[in-house]
């Protein structure tokens, strides 16, 4: 631990009484351990300066603990780059509750740590398993607080994972109190954590301590001076006082420059090293090279220079270092002065003699860290180990561990391909881990004259990853990119190339009609070759022409099935048909495809399931749209993959406006900001466009949304909310204004996408007098859905046909699509389809079968959360009576989002345990929002909540 606030080692329960001017400090520390005892858990982030106190105010609060269960955690720089190393420790106290945990967890929790092989865990799920870890701790014993001193030391892994634990404290009998530098990637991991900037003293504590701690009787003006010239720094003050007299310290303190605190420190520790001798002054440059304390580690190196055992002893005794479970500087700042004030070649034999005892030992990671520190230059055998090291980190889920360990690597490699790939593979873990800054410094030391083709196809590969991830300018070639990313694994990496070709099929989605330098034909193509089609292009070209016999959809289904492709190669199939073929030819290739789907699960489902609304959209299977997404987001709650479970929820979200409601896109909105919330991201700033235009949001912040997303190039976001404000506008009968923005969307269609407007079109022309125009639309939808069977489909392609039929034919078909919709759980849809069947009816003034219809649409509407066309109907319904309608929206519960997903699950029978492990948040938390569900809707059991939730 480093920093000090007392002069000289009080006891315990004398410290918090001795900690000068730090009285708010103090008191906010006793709230948060007020409040974890209470059962409300949190967590604070004290940053400052070296020689501030934040070690200090550990220390207090290790003292103010009283009842709690402590657990305390140091950073290490040696371990900075060992993934899970702070976690590791941590959770070794906490070893007898491993086994309540949920077993994916305990997996996560043991191949993170390195006690067990297996998939390389997602740090959230790690995080999970240490957050069960610490409540059953709370369960078995008392309240938890964890102490952690110099955060920014930690290994990034760790330092996330216990992040998001603190972010998800809430009914929670734990609290976490950090310490760290005040540094941009400590902010960045920690964020959203409560912070205590620690500032030097003020004045009149200042002078208090330095008059304590003087050798000499010192006037109050003098020390003032002092203290103001040291920033109220107090291990500069306790130093300083150690080391000066007092006229030194009136000399020091009449410039008008203040003390350089740092500086002055590290130079005032360097002094006292250099009075030691020679013996005294390598054991202690050793342990200052091997930062983690390991004593056994220091005590070999120490022998292999010649040294014996006792030159630790003589160190302790001279108050530089304290040796417990582990060895200890008494100040950051000694390490620092000793290893900084070395000779280069001195600090060079000792990496290497650490290297090589901790090679002994059989620390793989130690040895490689120290070895790179001996080198000077390139060496392709240190290289080799570190690379070694990066792969145990990948395997541990440690992908910012991977990324630093290789690019060390890289630095010591020639020039050439070897390193070229290692700097690629660092860019690759950076962006998995969220580096997006160093993933671009990485592809920027790249040489691009020394690239082999696959090497150049990942490098390719990160770039538009980080163009997407950035939202850079260079989105718009995203898919192009993509392409030629698989050209370059073509004839060297099949697998490779498919999933190239899959990620540039999704980019186009991303993008839409904004993409550049590749139209879909071409796209088409790529992915029929790449799906292994590129032998039958002469029978596709001849069947383009037209001289091809029509194909037996269930024959060519049985054949896809027993092509024994792999899953990559029949979607890239499915969708380069549904690309380049008629509609009716491309149907049972998507059906295949979404069969293999189907049948994933695991890892395997992750990596297909968000591609599968493409083909269920296409195939306009709403079922199927519900069931590939909730399963992919399922999964990834069951794996721990946070960014998987926001993309899929994310898509499900959008999905709903078509094939759910308003209100259930908005609780998966929710979920999404909720899930941003733990990992530290600002959840305000998620927003559906769509979404917002549907729930009656300003126009202006929806169109100036859009728009901001068409100049990033993100096509796909700007057409969805420029069609959910047409849908806006039918709903507010401005139909002109729905046909302006819906007939550019027409006139430039985009594969799936563009036919869920047809029937909105249909709407918006018709009521202009462009029926000629809508009919052919609606024809379009006829035959779409005379080929796929989907209810869907036909439903609206009835209310579309009622549109442009004359008064003999409307109203079977308005009656056929209600019929139609009734069954399914197109809620909207169905709404929407009442609506007009019932302003049909009240214009040819049969009032009371306009009555039943609108009635139903309104009931419909407040549910759903589709406020303009509720009032639409509701509009309506006063026509018919002539008198405003006076019913109103029906009252929703009363409930948070996260309460009500709680309520949700524990409804449909989940126990707390999986409820836990599906929220990401702990059973006890569980608990506490399920007893204020139960008492603010006035339910006893769960059977009891379902029927309630059931009657909202």
């Known amino acids: 631990?480093?920093?000090?606030?007392?002069?000289?080692?009080?006891?315990?329960?004398?410290?918090?009484?001795?900690?000068?001017?730090?009285?708010?400090?103090?008191?906010?520390?006793?709230?948060?351990?007020?409040?974890?005892?209470?059962?409300?858990?949190?967590?604070?982030?004290?940053?400052?300066?070296?020689?501030?106190?934040?070690?200090?105010?550990?220390?207090?609060?290790?003292?103010?603990?009283?009842?709690?269960?402590?657990?305390?955690?140091?950073?290490?720089?040696?371990?900075?780059?060992?993934?899970?190393?702070?976690?590791?420790r941590l959770t070794i106290p906490l070893r007898d509750h491993v086994m309540v945990l949920p077993q994916r967890?305990?997996?996560?929790?043991?191949?993170?740590?390195?006690?067990?092989?297996?998939?390389?865990?997602?740090?959230?799920?790690?995080?999970?398993?240490v957050l069960g870890l610490l409540t059953a701790a709370v369960v078995s014993t008392s309240p938890v607080v964890c102490v952690v001193d110099d955060a920014h030391l930690l290994d990034a892994e760790s330092l996330d994972v216990l992040a998001f634990v603190t972010r998800r404290l809430e009914a929670d009998r734990v609290a976490f109190v950090f310490a760290a530098r005040d540094e941009p990637q400590v902010a960045e991991r920690l964020a959203g954590l409560p912070v205590l900037r620690l500032l030097g003293l003020a004045t009149g504590p200042a002078v208090r301590l330095l008059t304590s701690v003087s050798r000499e009787p010192i006037d109050p003006a003098t020390a003032a001076r002092v203290a103001a010239a040291t920033g109220g720094n107090p291990l500069a003050l306790i130093d300083l006082a150690d080391e000066l007299s007092v006229r030194e310290l009136t000399q020091s303190s009449v410039g008008a420059e203040p003390i350089p605190v740092g500086g002055r420190l590290e130079a005032f520790y360097l002094r006292q090293v250099r009075r030691a001798t020679p013996q005294q002054q390598l054991w202690l440059l050793i342990a200052a090279a091997e930062s983690t304390g390991n004593v056994d580690l220091v005590r070999t190196a120490a022998r292999r220079l010649g040294l014996a055992g006792t030159w630790g002893d003589e160190a302790e005794l001279r108050g530089l270092v304290e040796f417990g479970t582990s060895l200890r500087f008494r100040h950051a700042l000694v390490p620092s002065a000793t290893y900084n004030g070395a000779a280069g070649a001195e600090r060079r034999r000792v990496h290497g003699a650490l290297a090589e005892a901790a090679e002994s030992l059989g620390l793989v990671e130690l040895a490689a860290w120290h070895a790179a520190k001996a080198t000077i230059g390139t060496d392709e055998h240190v290289a080799d180990r570190l690379e070694r090291v990066a792969e145990l980190a990948g395997r541990r889920g440690g992908f910012m561990s991977r990324a630093g360990v290789l690019t060390q690597a890289s630095r010591l490699t020639p020039p050439g391909p070897v390193r070229n790939g290692r700097l690629v593979a660092a860019a690759e873990a950076a962006l998995a881990a969220g580096a997006a800054g160093l993933a671009r410094?990485?592809?920027?030391?790249?040489?691009?004259?020394?690239?082999?083709?696959?090497?150049?196809?990942?490098?390719?590969?990160?770039?538009?990853?980080?163009?997407?991830?950035?939202?850079?300018?260079?989105?718009?070639?995203?898919?192009?990119?993509?392409?030629?990313?698989?050209?370059?694994?073509?004839?060297?990496?099949?697998?490779?190339?498919?999933?190239?070709?899959?990620?540039?099929f999704l980019r186009a989605l991303v993008v839409e009609r904004l993409g550049?330098?590749?139209?879909?034909?071409?796209?088409?193509?790529?992915?029929?070759?790449?799906?292994?089609?590129?032998?039958?292009?002469?029978?596709?070209?001849?069947?383009?022409?037209?001289?091809?016999?029509?194909?037996?959809?269930?024959?060519?289904?049985?054949?896809?099935?027993?092509?024994?492709d792999s899953v990559a190669a029949t979607i890239l199939r499915a969708l380069g048909t549904f690309i380049l073929r008629p509609y009716r030819e491309a149907v049972p290739e998507l059906r295949v495809a979404l069969a293999a789907i189907d049948g994933l699960d695991g890892t395997d489902l992750l990596k297909y399931g968000v591609i599968s609304v493409a083909l269920t959209t296409a195939l306009w299977d709403e079922?199927?749209?519900?069931?590939?997404?909730?399963?992919?987001?399922?999964?990834?709650?069951?794996l721990g993959s946070v960014q998987m479970l926001d993309t899929a929820l994310w898509v499900l979200s959008l999905s709903l406006l078509h094939i759910g409601t308003p209100r259930a896109a908005q609780e998966h909105i929710d979920q999404v900001r909720e899930l941003r919330r733990a990992i530290g991201y600002d959840a305000e700033h998620v927003v559906n466009a769509a979404l917002l235009a549907w729930s009656g949001g300003p126009r202006e912040g929806v169109e100036a949304i859009a728009e901001a997303a068409r100049a990033s190039g993100f096509?796909?976001?700007?057409?969805?909310?420029?069609?959910?404000?047409?849908?806006?506008?039918?709903?507010?009968?401005?139909?002109?204004?729905?046909y302006a923005r819906l007939k550019p969307l027409m006139d430039t269609p985009f594969l799936q996408v563009t036919p869920l407007n047809y029937a909105d079109f249909v709407e918006a022309a018709s009521r202009i007098g462009r029926t000629d125009e809508a009919v052919g639309f609606v024809e379009l939808l006829e035959d779409m859905a005379a080929v796929n069977g989907s209810a869907w489909t036909r439903g609206l392609a009835q209310r579309a046909r009622a549109l442009v039929s004359g008064d003999t034919d409307a109203e079977r078909w308005h009656a056929a699509a209600v019929a139609t919709l009734g069954p399914t759980a197109l809620t909207v849809e169905l709404g929407r389809s009442h609506l007009v069947y019932g302003e049909w009816l009240r214009r040819r003034r049969r009032r009371r079968e306009a009555r039943e219809q609108l009635s139903r649409a309104v009931g419909i509407f407040d549910d759903a959360g589709a406020p303009a066309f509720a009032q639409r109907a509701r509009t309506e319904l006063a026509a018919i009576s002539r008198s405003p309608t006076t019913d109103e929206p029906p009252r929703r519960l009363d409930?948070?989002?996260?309460?009500?997903?709680?309520?949700?699950?524990?409804?449909?029978?989940?126990?707390?345990?999986?409820?836990?492990?599906?929220?990401?948040?702990?059973?006890?938390?569980?608990?506490?929002?399920?007893r204020k569900v139960f008492q603010r809707l006035g339910v006893t059991s769960r059977r009891q909540l379902a029927g309630r939730l059931d009657q909202s």
């Not at 709230?31 to 106190?53: D, F, K, M, S």
């Not at 305390?72 to 900075?80: C, V």
């Open 1 to 88: 631990m480093a920093d000090v606030t007392w002069g000289g080692p009080p006891a315990a329960g004398d410290r918090r009484a001795r900690l000068l001017g730090r009285d708010d400090e103090l008191r906010r520390i006793d709230e948060l351990l007020t409040a974890a005892r209470g059962g409300h858990g949190g967590g604070l982030v004290v940053n400052g300066e070296p020689g501030i106190g934040k070690t200090a105010l550990l220390e207090a609060t290790a003292s103010a603990a009283e009842g709690f269960r402590l657990l305390r955690l140091d950073g290490y720089e040696a371990e900075s780059a060992i993934p899970f190393a702070g976690v590791h």
């Open 105 to 129: 967890q305990q997996q996560a929790l043991q191949v993170a740590t390195g006690l067990a092989d297996g998939p390389p865990p997602d740090r959230y799920l790690v995080g999970l398993g």
């Open 441 to 504: 410094s990485l592809v920027d030391e790249v040489s691009a004259e020394a690239l082999e083709p696959v090497t150049r196809g990942r490098l390719t590969r990160v770039r538009v990853d980080h163009a997407f991830f950035t939202a850079g300018p260079d989105v718009v070639r995203g898919p192009a990119d993509m392409l030629t990313a698989a050209s370059c694994f073509h004839g060297h990496d099949a697998a490779a190339e498919q999933e190239a070709l899959l990620l540039a």
């Open 516 to 564: 550049r330098d590749v139209p879909l034909p071409a796209l088409g193509r790529r992915l029929l070759d790449g799906a292994g089609l590129g032998h039958n292009a002469e029978r596709h070209n001849g069947a383009e022409r037209g001289n091809g016999a029509e194909r037996d959809n269930g024959a060519e289904r049985d054949n896809g099935a027993e092509r024994g």
């Open 623 to 638: 079922a199927a749209i519900r069931r590939c997404l909730e399963r992919t987001a399922a999964t990834a709650r069951d």
């Open 715 to 738: 096509g796909g976001v700007h057409a969805s909310g420029v069609s959910a404000l047409a849908v806006r506008d039918l709903a507010e009968r401005r139909y002109h204004d729905a």
């Open 895 to 930: 409930l948070t989002p996260q309460e009500l997903a709680v309520a949700r699950l524990a409804a449909a029978g989940a126990t707390n345990a999986e409820i836990s492990a599906t929220m990401f948040i702990s059973p006890n938390t569980v608990d506490y929002h399920l």
